[in-house]
């Protein structure tokens, strides 16, 4: 088993910028992809980005690309989001998860995911 924490949400301006973290326990997640995903009101869960087990490789959704980074720390057991010139679109809440697939590839589908966080709210104001 493994618990996600997310943080690092908030309110920020249009334009602005945002770093979440992924903390983890009961698992060192050294070996397995993560990914962050976000749901807005009304909307379904979303794909934002994801890497693979040793930071090498990143996938992002287009609606984020060049404007979000991922990266991880596996020593700390940590993953970040790094959301830059964030747009007003950009609010929802935002869920890191995992699959624990040893050495699996990043996935845009949340059903390949099984542990999920709690959330960590993201509002960006005009």
């Known amino acids: 088993q493994v618990q996600l924490v997310e943080s690092g949400g908030g309110l920020v301006q249009a334009g602005g910028s945002l770093r979440l973290s992924c903390s983890a326990s009961?698992?060192?997640?050294?070996?397995?992809?993560m990914a962050w995903f976000r749901q807005a009101p009304g909307k379904e869960r979303e794909f934002v980005g994801g890497?693979?087990?040793?930071?090498?490789?990143?996938d992002y959704a287009d609606s984020v690309k060049d404007r979000f980074t991922i990266s991880r720390d596996n020593a700390k057991n940590l993953v970040y989001l790094q959301m830059n010139s964030l747009k007003l679109e950009d609010t929802a809440v935002y869920y890191c998860?995992?699959?624990?697939?040893?050495?699996?590839?990043?996935?845009?589908?949340?059903?390949?995911?099984?542990?999920w966080g709690q959330g960590t709210q993201v509002t960006v104001s005009s």
């Open positions: 998860a995992t699959n624990l697939r040893v050495l699996g590839a990043v996935s845009s589908s949340w059903s390949d995911y099984d542990y």
């Open positions: 890497i693979s087990w040793n930071g090498g490789r990143t």
């Open positions: 009961g698992r060192t997640l050294n070996l397995y992809p």
